[in-house]
């Protein structure tokens, strides 16, 4: 079944200890990206890939990282969550761009920074 | 960055009833695309808009670009309760989305 697997769905954390959530996708897609849903703000990129070892800042990229030494991972990197950073996160991807076919979405994940 | 905008941000409405959310730009949009996301859910992509005035249906959905493509419509008519949900739409310009804040949909049965 092709989906895109995000871990974990739900994390709560304290403020300053590094964390990772993982992305990965089986449907061999070049481009990845993250997001983050915050109320009434719809959803805002954070970081995109458009193939291995290739990666760019999307609109809101402050205080994360990311890499990309895989096609079918992603992962984000929170190096030191502040409590801003509450939110539910999203990985998506696509076969290029977000074209014609859309962005696939994983589950997303729940995080809270105490 | 390219701002979009998305009105109205709730809609409550009786089932049967038509809905429509509206998502407006200050400046020309590359490509649209809708998504729904269904409560405690992910988005799910709908359609993607190219052309000037381009119209696409879906069953009971409706797109809409505008001709100057400075703004588009979700039009759904006779809603049910399995339409309940947030609708967004999403700029697809260079190699990023830029989404709207959405429209919550609720249907009351």
């Known amino acids: 079944e092709a989906q895109v697997t995000q871990n974990p769905r739900y994390l709560i954390t304290v403020t300053g200890k590094k964390l990772t959530v993982t992305c990965s996708q089986n449907m061999n897609h070049e481009y990845m990206s993250w997001y983050r849903q915050d109320p009434g703000l719809g959803l805002r990129q954070i970081y995109y890939?458009?193939?291995?070892?290739?990666?760019d800042k999307g609109d809101v990229p402050e205080g994360y990282k990311v890499s990309r030494k895989e096609k079918r991972n992603f992962p984000l990197i929170l190096e030191s969550p502040s409590p801003n950073q509450t939110s539910l996160y999203f990985c998506?991807?696509?076969?290029?761009?977000?074209?014609?076919?859309?962005?696939?979405f994983g589950q997303g994940t729940r995080l809270t920074v105490v | 960055g390219q701002q979009v905008m998305q009105i109205p941000q709730y809609q409550h409405v009786q089932e049967g009833e038509d809905f429509t959310t509206y998502c407006n730009s200050s400046t020309t949009l590359s490509n649209i695309q809708w998504y729904k996301q269904r409560p405690g859910g992910h988005p799910v992509f709908l359609i993607q808009l190219v052309k000037s005035g381009e119209v696409k249906k879906q069953k009971r959905l409706t797109f809409q670009f505008g001709e100057a493509k400075k703004n588009s419509s979700l039009h759904i008519t006779a809603t049910q309760t399995t339409d309940v949900g947030t609708y967004f739409c999403?700029?697809?310009?260079?190699?990023?989305?830029?989404f709207g804040g959405g429209t919550r949909l609720m249907v009351k049965p």
């Open positions: 998506a991807s696509s076969y290029t761009r977000p074209g014609v076919t859309g962005a696939f």
């Open positions: 999403a700029d697809n310009a260079g190699n990023m989305l830029t």
């Open positions: 890939s458009m193939n291995v070892e290739v990666t």
